[in-house]
């Protein structure tokens, strides 16, 4: 199971990016997908996460900005970032749950993109 994600950049504040990510390779179904960030010096977070039934889990910080959603025929899955902010500067991950044969489930996670918010 690979994960491609794409889409960072530097931008000014009050901007608008979207991340994507795309799952390939061998896997019977992907549950959860999600992406994570790591701003230097800082641990890695939850940004936000979707399951397959749609239900959305998100830190307080990106509620009102930052929008996830998924595309099941593409295995793919978006973060929609708006009103950026210096503060959400890191690299983003993604991360999905894939079952794979035989039937096992793992968490598979990108190569990261960066995001650079400047004020």
């Known amino acids: 199971v690979q994960l491609q994600a794409s889409g960072g950049g530097s931008v000014q504040a009050g901007w608008s990016l979207r991340v994507s990510c795309t799952v390939s390779g061998n896997f019977v179904s992907i549950n959860n997908m999600g992406w994570y960030r790591q701003a230097p010096g800082e641990q890695r977070e939850l940004v936000a996460t979707i399951t397959r039934a749609g239900n959305i889990n998100s830190t307080d910080s990106v509620k009102d900005r930052f929008t996830i959603s998924r595309d099941f025929a593409k295995n793919t899955v978006y973060l929609q970032m708006n009103t950026l902010k210096p503060e959400d500067t890191a690299v983003y991950y993604c991360?999905?749950?894939?079952?794979?044969?035989?039937?096992?489930?793992?968490?598979?996670w990108g190569q990261g993109t960066l995001v650079t918010v400047s004020s």
């Open positions: 991360a999905v749950d894939a079952i794979t044969n035989p039937l096992k489930i793992d968490r598979y």
